[in-house]
Structures are given as C-alpha cells and as structure tokens.
C-alpha cells in the first residue's frame, strides 16, 4: 500500500468507507448515555415514582441504585468481551453492525417500556441489555479500521472515533440529564428519545459498505472464561501490544478515578452547583476531542508513540497543577458555570483541565493505532475484547482505590494529586519495561524542537517487504531524523564507534541496530553483521546502510563503499535511494567552523527504488548526490 497524498483526517468524514461507520459509533455511544443518565436522575430525584413498581428494587437507597445501574452496565464486559471477539473476527463486519444496531433498536424499546410504567426492574434489566449491546460493538468499532482505512489515515480514524466518543458521552450526559429534569413529561420525552436515536443509529448502519471477514474459518469457544484466558496468553506473546494495553486500561482507570471526584470537587471546592459539574465535564472532553485531532498533525500521518509518553507527562504535570491552583482558589460561592471564566484563579483551574484533557488524547490515541498495527489482523477483534475487559477491570480497581482514599481521609484534591503522582509512577515503569517508547519520544522531541524536517517521496519506500536504504551520512543524528520520518522501524547498519556513543547508544540498541567494523579493525565482527544484515532482510525488514562508511568531515559526500553490493550479491532486494540537506549546519556534524543555526530546516528527500541489479555503488552516489544538491 503506498502512502499517496496525505490529506487531512477530516477527509474521511466525507467518504463512505467511514462516515457512515462514524455516525453510528457517535449515536451509539450518544445513546448509551442518554439512557444511563436520564435513568440515573430519574432515580435520584423522582425515587417515589419507583417505590412500590413491584418489583425487588423497589424501595432502595438511590445512590445504591446508581452504583448497582454502573455496574449492571460494565457487568457484560467481563462476562461476553471474549465471545464477542471471537464474532466479530469470524463474521463479515458490516452485517453484524447492523444487527447488533437492531438488537439496540430493540433494547430501547423495553427501555421506552420501563420508562413509561416506572418499572424499575424492567430499566435496569435494559440497562444490563444496553452494556451487552456495547460489549459486542466494541470490538468492531476498532478491528473494523484497519481494514477501512490506510496506515496513513488510522491515526486520523482513531482520533476522529476517539473525538467523537467523548463529545457523545458528553452531550448524552447532558441530554439524559435534561430530559429526565422536564417533569412530569421526562419520562415519555426520554423513552421517545432513546427509541429514537437508536433507529438512526440502524439507520445509518444501512450504509456501511462490505467489509470482509478477518477470520471466516475461526472456530468460536463459547466458553468466556476459556476464551477469555487464551486471548490473554496471546496478548502475552506480544509485549509492546500487552503493555499498550495495559497502558490503555491505566488510562481509563485514572480518568475513572479523575473524573469520579469532579462532582465532589465542584461542591466543595469551587462551591457550585451542577452546572459547574457539567461545565468540568464539558472542559476535560473537549480538551481529549483536541488533543486527540492534533494526534494526526503531530504524528505526521503515521503511528507516533512517541507523543505517548509527552502525553503522560502532561497528565501528571497539570493534574499536580491542578492541586495547586485548587489551593488558590478565593472563598465564597460560585455561581453559575459561566463564572468559571471569570479569571484568576479559576481560570488556572479551566486551563489545567482542558490541558489534561488535551494530553490525555495525545496519550491515548497512539495506543489504540500501535495495537492496531502490531496485532495479526485475523485477531485485531479478540485482542480488542481482551483490552475491554482489562479496561472494565482497571475501572472497578480506580472506583475501589477511590473509596480507599477516602476512607483514609483524604480530601478530594489529594486524590486528584494522588491519582497525578501514581500516573507518573505507572508511566515510567511502562517505558521502563519498553524503551520503544521513549526512545520513540526522544526522535519527536529532536524533530520537534531542534529542526524544521522537510520531506518529499516517503511514499517511494515500501509499506512491506525487505529493501535497503542507502542515505549519505551527514551527521551523528542522520539515523534519527530518517527514523523519525519513516512510518516502519529501519535496521541501520552502523559504525561501531558510533553505536557506543553516549545516550545515542539508547536509541541504537532499542531499534536493534546493526554495528560493524573495518576487516582490518575486527573481521569476526564484520562477517557477523553480515549474517544479520541477511537475516533482517529475509525477515522482510527494512535496512538502512551509509555507503560511506564514515561522516563526512567537510559536508561533502564521499565515494559509495562496495559493502551495499555485498549484502545485494546475498540478498537481492530493492534499494531505496535517500538524501539529507541542510544537516551540516547542525550542532551533531563534524562541522569545526561551528556554525550551527538554531531550529534549521532540513530535508530529506526519497528516490525512486532500484532493482538489485542496477544499484551499482558509483550509480548510487550519483543519485543521492543529485537529490541533495548543493545544500549540505
């Protein structure tokens, strides 16, 4: 698959193979929370209508009965996800969408029901029903774009999926609340309403296109917990999406643990009411809704976990932050949400809030892609299964952790600090167990920070199978800056003593570089890098060599080494011609005038591919050459 044209995310908005799709995740999710809303306030402040339905619910404590509607919700997560993996991997996508829509359809119906004659036994039972349905979307929600959409766009799809999520819980939340509040018409208007959205939601699922099924041959364990266990070990298998995961469910457990307090820290911190909660709320979603839309522009079209890291560092920075700016809040009443606005310190508080918002996206998006992209694709449906239930499971430990907290006496703002300071601990034991991470954020950072990265032909370097790239060798960071821009992980072939450089050597041995030496200097050494060279390439991968063998010591490139015709004469592949300009100029070359620049532009530009037989050294240098110019 080439990468063609980049355009942006919003593009697919207006393309069917997503649209559609789109429209029926949001009204999905829009539809959950109108419901569990609108019942949860009809509960709390209309509690009389439900005291004698008759059934075994009748008569109980309302913020028990929130509590038990919360986990009658999450409760066939855990008891189906596996299940419905295994389905939604064997059978063709679009068809169970539409059924699953039509089980939803019918859901709402028994809700409308419920609603109407107050039975309280039938709402809840709709409400476990309500959570089977979105235990069996789930998984297809996200197996279904990687085979929609192009690597280049699914960083772009999961931060329109992800966007689109939080602004329909929010507005669901608002609108449930809304429509259980109109007195005596609340539950008429939200039973229509529920309905309703429901048959759109089926509606709209009319239109996706076919999308084949990515194992028709599975044979389905209806056994959950069996299943369940299997899909764990599995996962286990593959650690960088293991602990993506894991990475994924820590966040929904510190949003769980987060979010839980803001009616707390509303009432007794800022002294509002609730309108302040929703406005809290409103400001945190709209902030992930940011954060996850810049995702694709940072990324620069392709899966970037460097930017999860960034993404954790923000957290914990503006949840510390927030403590702080709670402490300096002034005394007294606050009015209506508008009021939080005002300035001062309030302000700091809304800032905070919407830049944890913001990193959160930053944070989360990339996960969801990379275990997209890592996952075999005949079981991207099961692996999503396995992560929904670890992520119900890490959400029933934050509620936990949250009462503990509280039953040792703390305050709501030191649990918002508490939940900071553990986010950095969890975060730092990831990437300490998986360096790809940092090493990943320590690329972004240098592109970021230090130049201005021009590139032109990405889309000449193949999206699969073994080639060699061949670049001139400029600076200390070359390596770096062509990792940065390539969507695949490159084997570099490199000098020995350049793979021992300091902190750099971090970098080299994460993406498994390949160091080398002169005959004269080791030539066990030499011949072994040969056998990985061989290997790496018969293993598909990408290999990326400079045919100099050296930097260069006055910005101009020296002859091409004969070493790319050995390893072709082995193993013959494409080759892939690159060049970089304007690197000379940097701090990282062995450039003794010193005139470095600071944020420089530089480039990198990508030749068309050549077939083994043609990529003769001296005709190699001349294209590079040609390409970089005279710009160093």
């Known amino acids: 698959m080439s990468a063609g044209r980049e355009s942006s995310q919003f593009a697919l908005l207006a393309q069917r193979r997503f649209a559609p799709f789109f429209v029926v995740q949001f009204l999905g999710a829009f539809n959950n929370n109108v419901f569990k809303n609108a019942l949860i306030v009809l509960v709390t402040y209309q509690a009389a209508r439900f005291a004698a339905d008759g059934t075994a619910f009748a008569g109980m404590e309302s913020g028990v009965m929130v509590n038990l509607a919360a986990g009658l919700f999450i409760l066939p997560f855990f008891l189906f996800s596996a299940t419905a993996g295994q389905i939604a991997d064997k059978y063709e996508k679009a068809r169970l969408i539409r059924l699953i829509k039509a089980f939803e ?19 809840l039972g709709s409400l476990f029903l309500s959570g089977l349905q979105s235990t069996f979307f789930g ?12 690597d280049t766009e699914l960083v772009g799809g999961n931060a329109l999926v992800e966007t689109g999520t939080f602004v329909a819980i929010l507005a669901g939340t608002i609108t449930g609340g809304f429509l259980a509040s109109l007195s005596t018409a609340g539950p008429t208007v939200a039973a229509v309403g529920v309905v309703t959205i429901s048959a759109l939601g089926l509606a709209a699922s009319g239109l996706i296109p076919r999308v084949p099924a990515a194992d028709p041959r599975l044979a389905i364990d209806w056994n959950p917990l069996r299943e369940a266990w299997r899909n764990y070990r599995s996962i286990r298998g593959n650690r960088t999406v293991f602990l993506s995961i894991l990475g994924i469910s820590w966040f929904w457990l510190y949003g769980a643990l987060f979010l839980s307090q803001l009616p707390e820290y509303a009432k007794t911190v800022l002294a509002g009411g609730e309108s302040i909660v929703t406005a809290l709320l409103a400001i945190f979603s709209i902030g992930v809704a940011l954060g996850s839309l810049a995702c694709e522009r940072l990324s620069g079209h392709k899966v970037e976990i460097g930017l999860v890291p960034f993404g954790s560092i923000g957290l914990t920075l503006f949840g510390v932050d927030l403590y702080f700016a709670s402490g300096a809040l002034p005394g007294g009443e606050l009015g209506a949400a508008w009021t939080l606005f005002s300035g001062g310190a309030y302000l700091r508080v809304v800032a905070d809030l919407l830049l944890m918002g913001v990193f959160g996206g930053f944070y989360i998006v990339p996960l969801y892609a990379l275990i997209q992209t890592r996952t075999d694709r005949s079981r991207i449906s099961r692996v ?8 119900a499971l890490f959400m029933v430990i934050g509620a936990a952790v949250a009462i503990a907290l509280i039953k040792l006496g703390f305050s709501v703002t030191g649990i918002l600090l508490a939940a900071a300071l553990m986010n950095a601990v969890v975060a730092l034991y990831i990437y300490t167990l998986v360096p790809e991470f940092l090493m990943r954020f320590m690329i972004w950072l240098l592109i970021h920070s230090i130049y201005r990265l021009e590139k032109s032909g990405l889309e000449r370097i193949p999206e699969e199978g073994a080639a060699v790239l061949v670049c001139n060798h400029v600076s200390y960071v070359d390596a770096l800056v062509i990792s940065a821009a390539c969507r695949r992980p490159i084997r570099w072939v490199m000098d020995h003593r350049i793979f021992a450089t300091p902190l750099l050597s971090f970098f080299f ?9 002169p005959a004269r200097e080791d030539p066990t050494a030499l011949g072994q890098a040969y056998e990985r060279i061989a290997q790496a390439l018969a293993n598909g991968e990408l290999v990326g060599i400079f045919p100099e063998g050296r930097l260069t010591s006055d910005g101009e490139m020296g002859q091409f080494r004969p070493g790319v015709r050995l390893v072709l004469d082995r193993t013959p592949v494409p080759v892939v011609p690159m060049a970089l300009s304007g690197l000379w100029a940097s701090i990282f070359t062995r450039n003794r005038d010193k005139f470095a620049r600071l944020f420089p532009r530089i ?10 037989v043609a990529a003769l050294p001296e005709r190699l240098h001349d294209i590079v050459l040609a390409m970089r110019g005279d710009w160093k």
Do not use: D, H
């Open 139 to 150: 998984p297809v929600k996200y197996s279904i774009l990687p085979q929609t959409l192009k």
């Open 603 to 612: 480039r990198l530009a990508v030749g068309e591919p050549l077939e083994p």
């Open 509 to 517: 041995r994460t993406v498994r570089a390949i160091p080398i030496a």
């Open 105 to 123: 359809v019918g859901v709402m119906a028994l809700a409308a029901a419920g609603f109407q004659s107050g039975n309280l036994g039938l709402l």
């Open 384 to 391: 999503v299964a396995c992560n929904n239930i670890l992520n």
